[in-house]
C-alpha cells in the first residue's frame, strides 16, 4: 500500500523581481516527502534551497512570484505554521527573541497552537528543554537565550519548533556556525526527536557530511534546479549527475583531508544567458558536450528519484 505524500511540490518556481532582469530562484521543482521520512536538500549558496524552505513554511515575501504547487495531501488542508510546521533556522542568535525568556518562548506555542494555559505551558516548556538536553531545566527555563552557549540556544530553537507536535519539521542549516562535536550532537537531536514524535525532517545544508548523517533521501539543487534525488546510501556510493558527483568527491577528499579536492567543481558559474538556454551546470561541468550548451536535460524519474543530465541513464 503506497503512502500518501505529506508534502508534494509540483512544478514549483519561484521568481524575484530585479533589475536588469528577475532572479530566478527555483525553477519547476518535483518532489515528494512521505509521513516520518528525512529529506536532506544540498547545494551550494544560491541554489536555492532556503527559498525553497522558506516557500514550505508559508514565509516567502509578498513580491516573490510563484508558480506551481506546494501541497499537503496527507494533512488535507493548508498548513498551520508553528503547529503543523516546525522551523528551526541557522542563527539562533537571532530566530530567539533576546527580551523573553526561553520558557516564555516555548510556552506562547503551547498557548497559541495548543490551547495550554500559562502555567501548564512553563510546566511544559521545562519537560521540552530536558528533552533537548539542557541541563538542570527547572532553574534556567526563566533565563532569556543569552545566558546559553550557541549550542543550548539552538537545541532551545528545536525546543520551540517541535513544541506543538508538528507533522512536518524544516531545519534550515541549523548546524551551521557550530564546532563539530556540537554539530554531531544537534543532528543526533534532531534524529532521536523526529523518529520520537513519527514526524517527517526536511532539512537543508551545503554539506553532505550533514546529510550522511541523517538522510533517508537526498535532493540535490543546483542553481534553482533539481538536479539529482534519491535514496541517500544511492547517492553517496553512485552519484549520476557530475555536480553530485563533485560533491560526494570533495565531502569525500575533506574527509580525508585533501583540501586540493576544492578545484572539483570549477569556482565560477559562467553565463547565466548561456545557463539559462541549455543545462545550468554546463559552464563548471567537466562532461558537458554541444547538446548541453543548447538543450536543458528533462528531469528523469518521478519526484522521489531521478536526475537531470543528458548522460544519465534513465
Ligand atoms: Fe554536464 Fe551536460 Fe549533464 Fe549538464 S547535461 S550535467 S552539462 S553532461
Not at 9 to 31: H, W
Not at 130 to 148: L, N, S, T
Not at 171 to 185: I, M, W
Not at 222 to 236: D, F, H, K, M
Amino acid at each position: 500500500m503506497s503512502l500518501v505524500p505529506l508534502l508534494e511540490l509540483s512544478g514549483l518556481s519561484v521568481r524575484f523581481p530585479a533589475e536588469p532582469r528577475p532572479v530566478r530562484a527555483l525553477d519547476g521543482v518535483e518532489l515528494e516527502l512521505l509521513p516520518s521520512e528525512r529529506l536532506v536538500l544540498v547545494g551550494e549558496s544560491g541554489s536555492g534551497k532556503s527559498t525553497l524552505l522558506w516557500k514550505i513554511a508559508g514565509l516567502l515575501p509578498e513580491e516573490a512570484e510563484v508558480t506551481g504547487s506546494c501541497r499537503f495531501p496527507a494533512l488535507g488542508r493548508a498548513p498551520v505554521p508553528g503547529r503543523d510546521v516546525g522551523l528551526v533556522l541557522q542563527d539562533p542568535f537571532t530566530s530567539l527573541n533576546p527580551v523573553l525568556s526561553v520558557g516564555e518562548q516555548i510556552g506562547e506555542v503551547l498557548v497559541t497552537h495548543r490551547s495550554a494555559s500559562w502555567s501548564a505551558a512553563r510546566q511544559a516548556a521545562v519537560v521540552l528543554l530536558r528533552r533537548v538536553g539542557i541541563p538542570e531545566p527547572e532553574r534556567r527555563v526563566d533565563d532569556p537565550p543569552h545566558r546559553f552557549s550557541g549550542g543550548q540556544r539552538q537545541r532551545i530553537a528545536i525546543a520551540i519548533a517541535i513544541a506543538a507536535g508538528p507533522r512536518l519539521l524544516l531545519a534550515d542549516e541549523p548546524t551551521s556556525g557550530l564546532d563539530t562535536v556540537v554539530q554531531a550532537q544537534i543532528l543526533d537531536l534532531l534524529d532521536g526527536l523526529v523518529r520520537e514524535q513519527g514526524a517527517a525532517l526536511l532539512l537543508v545544508t551545503h554539506d553532505l557530511a550533514v546529510a550522511s548523517r541523517i538522510a533517508d533521501r537526498i535532493a540535490v539543487l543546483y542553481a534553482g534546479t533539481l538536479v539529482e534525488c534519491g535514496p541517500a546510501v544511492r547517492i553517496l556510493s553512485d552519484p549520476r549527475h557530475p555536480y553530485s558527483s563533485a560533491l560526494v568527491a570533495i565531502a569525500r577528499a575533506l574527509e580525508a583531508g585533501r583540501i586540493d579536492a576544492l578545484a572539483t567543481v570549477r569556482a565560477s558559474p559562467g553565463e547565466p544567458e548561456a545557463a539559462a538556454r541549455g543545462c545550468p551546470f554546463a559552464p563548471r561541468c567537466a562532461f558537458a558536450f554541444a547538446r548541453c550548451r543548447v538543450e536543458r536535460p528533462a528531469w528523469s524519474g518521478d519526484r522521489r528519484a531521478g536526475v537531470a543530465c543528458h548522460l544519465a541513464v534513465p
